[in-house]
Structures are given as structure tokens and as C-alpha cells.
């Protein structure tokens, strides 16, 4: 795809049809997570192009899309792990092209393969990370706090890479909580896990959604119904839905067959 600027009326359109169960003006909550007109370019190649969304503070909202549609770059971008070629990308009021160190305080990633050294245990790479984010006056109860959030205990002396997928899985979500973000943008977060594991991280981010702001991506539909009260759509790097998870399945269509009618029109 060949490079443009500014929102297609493709794109306006679609966001704007839908955007009637996403944030209102009047909504008063402060913005947590902003794209504004972020863009990705790889050569002549557009990864993302013109997003542009709001998520305020308590939301959940699910960010959907197929293989290659710019949900995992849209994340980095908004994380600063990318820098985008155009556009800014805001956390907690701060831009991530200049504040990217104020932000990450107040910021959890859980990218979709986290940051694990496989020589090192799960208490071992906990108190690492403490110590890297300066928590050494609280360091025990938080690790305490995160492994039993994430039923790590059977695990934490083992070397990371002898655990299984999901047991890997959670010792990346404990890392992301362990220094109490406001915000947490979740790729994949319950990639690896068997049935019960996903259920518990289910009722995790349920309970996490109360006090924080999520931004999580998925291929379980199923998840969404039960996590996230808003859904973000992309598709070709382009944002296709901003609504309602009520209002993305109509006319009694499954989140399934919805899914696959917006991302499937493509030729």
C-alpha cells in the first residue's frame, strides 16, 4: 500500500457510523491513551495509517483485527517502543516522542513475546526488575502481591525456560504489574493458556479494569463479550470500528461472523 496522508473518507466514515458507543465530548474522564493521526511507514509499505482514537480512564476496550493489520505496531507505537513517521502518540497526558520516561512509570506492556531471560528465574527476574524501577522500599510485597495475582508460586524457582507457554505468559503479566501502572496495554494476554488459566486471567483484567485503563489485543472473540465494554477495529492499518461491544454484533450476528464481514471486503 502506497503512503497518504490524513484520514481517508473510507476510514472517517467507518469510525464515525460506529463510534456512537465509543467516548462522547461529554464524557469528563481523563484521557489516558491517545492516537492522534499516528502513522508507520516501512519503505512504500503503510503499517499504519492515520489512527486515531481515545481511551479515557476505567475503560477496557478490546483492539481487534486479523494477522498483519496493525494492531501489535499501533501498540508499540503508543508504548514509544516505535517511533511513528508521522502523527503523536499520548500516555497520561504525556507524549511518547518526548516523555517517554514520565510515561513509563504510569505504563504496563505486555508485548505479544515479553521481555524474558530464560536463565533467570521468575523471582529472580521480579527483583530485577524492581530494582530497575526503583521499588526497593516496597520490593517484597509487591512480588509477593503480583505472584499470587498471576499463581506463580509453584513456579517462581524455576528457570523461565523450562516453563511451559502460560506459566511464561504470567511472569510477563507480573512484571507488568508490578510496579502499579494506571495503564496497561495487553498484546495477546492470554496467549498459551489452557482453558482455566484463561478464565483466571479473565477475571484478572476484569478486576484490574475497575481501577485502570486496558488496551488489549485478541483472536478469541469470546473474550471480548466478557472483558471489554468498547472495541477497536483495524484493519489494513486503518481503524474500521470505534464502538460498542453491543453494538458491533447486529441484525443477530455472532462477534465471529461481524469480524469477518469488516475485514474480509478487502479486494
Same mark, same amino acid.
Given at each position: 500500500m502506497s503512503q497518504s496522508s490524513g484520514d481517508t473518507s473510507e476510514q472517517a466514515g467507518a469510525t464515525q457510523a460506529a463510534s456512537s458507543g465509543?467516548?462522547?465530548?461529554? %464524557? /469528563?474522564?481523563?484521557?489516558?491513551?491517545e492516537a492522534d493521526k499516528l502513522c508507520k511507514y516501512y519503505g512504500r509499505f503503510s503499517a499504519v495509517e492515520s489512527v486515531s482514537f481515545q481511551i479515557r480512564k476505567g475503560e477496557v476496550v478490546a483492539f481487534l483485527g486479523p494477522n498483519g493489520a496493525g494492531k501489535s505496531t499501533t501498540?508499540?507505537?503508543? !508504548?514509544?517502543?516505535?517511533?511513528?513517521?508521522?502523527?503523536?502518540?499520548?500516555?497520561?497526558?504525556?507524549?511518547?516522542?518526548?516523555?517517554r520516561l514520565a510515561a513509563a512509570g504510569k505504563l504496563g506492556y505486555l508485548p505479544e513475546n515479553g521481555p524474558l531471560y530464560p536463565d533467570m528465574t521468575p523471582m529472580g527476574i521480579? /527483583?530485577?526488575?524492581?530494582?530497575?524501577?526503583?521499588?526497593?522500599?516496597? !520490593?517484597? &510485597?509487591?512480588? &509477593?502481591?503480583?505472584?499470587? $495475582?498471576?499463581?506463580?508460586?509453584?513456579?517462581?524457582?524455576k528457570p523461565i525456560g523450562k516453563l511451559s507457554r502460560g506459566y511464561? $505468559?504470567?511472569?510477563?503479566?507480573a512484571l507488568t504489574l508490578l510496579h502499579e501502572p494506571d495503564v496497561l496495554?495487553?498484546?495477546?494476554?492470554?496467549?498459551?493458556? %489452557?482453558?482455566? $488459566?484463561?478464565?483466571?486471567?479473565?477475571? !484478572?483484567?476484569r478486576k484490574l479494569g475497575e481501577t485502570k485503563t486496558i488496551l488489549l489485543s485478541t483472536h478469541i472473540l469470546q473474550e471480548v463479550e466478557q472483558m471489554a465494554s468498547r472495541i477497536l477495529l483495524v484493519d489494513e492499518g486503518r481503524i474500521k470500528y470505534d464502538g460498542s461491544t453491543a453494538e458491533f454484533a447486529k441484525n443477530n450476528q455472532s462477534l465471529d461472523e461481524c469480524f469477518q464481514e469488516m475485514t474480509t471486503a478487502r479486494n
Open positions: 465509543g467516548t462522547s465530548a461529554s %464524557d /469528563k474522564r481523563p484521557i489516558m491513551i501498540m508499540k507505537l503508543l !508504548t514509544g517502543y516505535l517511533a511513528p513517521s508521522s502523527g503523536v502518540a499520548r500516555l497520561c497526558g504525556f507524549d511518547m516522542n518526548t516523555n521480579l /527483583k530485577f526488575f524492581a530494582r530497575a524501577r526503583g521499588l526497593s522500599h516496597k !520490593t517484597k &510485597d509487591r512480588i &509477593d502481591h503480583v505472584i499470587g $495475582q498471576c499463581d506463580l508460586s509453584t513456579v517462581v524457582n511464561r $505468559q504470567r511472569t510477563g503479566m496495554i495487553l498484546d495477546e494476554p492470554t496467549a498459551g493458556l %489452557d482453558p482455566n $488459566q484463561i478464565r483466571e486471567v479473565r477475571e !484478572t483484567i
